[in-house]
């Protein structure tokens, strides 16, 4: 599975989301507008980022919340990092108002995405108050945490948020 993703104005996004209303894409707005394409195809885009499915569960839906954890990792903290994400714990599904996640892993640039997608941005708030968020993350900033194994990071991560729009 592949996942396509594009910026534009609204608008923009809104006729090539129109056009191509059979794909799976999903039509979000944050600081820009972003519009997302999950296929096992080719990508509708002229330009787009583009990126492999390492691991996945639940289904994207046209509503809600989504939160991007941009991390960019060495080319030699590849195996590692997606060693940590193929073998989670699969907490975050248990949590209410979860819809899907995706560990995107970057066909041209270093920065991996941790795609989740919320039914709204309280329930977002609600995993990162949860006793499976604190579980998952538990091992962060001790010996056996991959936070700790700044030979694979090279920059600091960063964390994007965006709102669903409606496909009309």
């Known amino acids: 599975m592949k996942v396509y993703i594009t910026t534009g104005t609204h608008e923009f ?3 090539k989301l129109e056009r191509h209303a059979e794909e799976t894409m999903i039509l979000m707005q944050g600081k820009d507008a972003m519009l997302l394409h999950e296929t096992h195809g080719e990508s509708v885009f002229e330009s787009p980022r583009n990126y492999e499915v390492v691991d996945g569960s639940g289904e994207l839906k046209n509503t809600g919340y989504v939160v991007f954890n941009n991390i960019p990792v060495t080319y030699e903290g590849r195996p590692l990092f997606e060693y940590r994400f193929k073998n989670r714990a699969g907490l975050i599904e248990e949590v209410a108002g979860f819809i899907a996640i995706r560990i995107l892993r970057p066909l041209d640039t270093d920065t991996y995405v941790i795609m989740t997608q919320w039914e709204d941005e309280e329930s977002f708030t609600g995993w990162q108050e949860s006793k499976q968020y604190q579980k ?3 091992k962060r900033g001790t010996e056996e945490g991959i936070d700790t194994k700044k030979d694979i990071f090279p920059r600091e991560s ?11």
Do not use: I, N
């Not at 960063?158 to 009309?168: L, N």
């Open 13 to 15: 996004l809104q006729k």
């Open 158 to 168: 960063y964390v994007s948020e965006y709102h669903v729009t409606d496909k009309d």
């Open 136 to 138: 998952a993350h538990e």
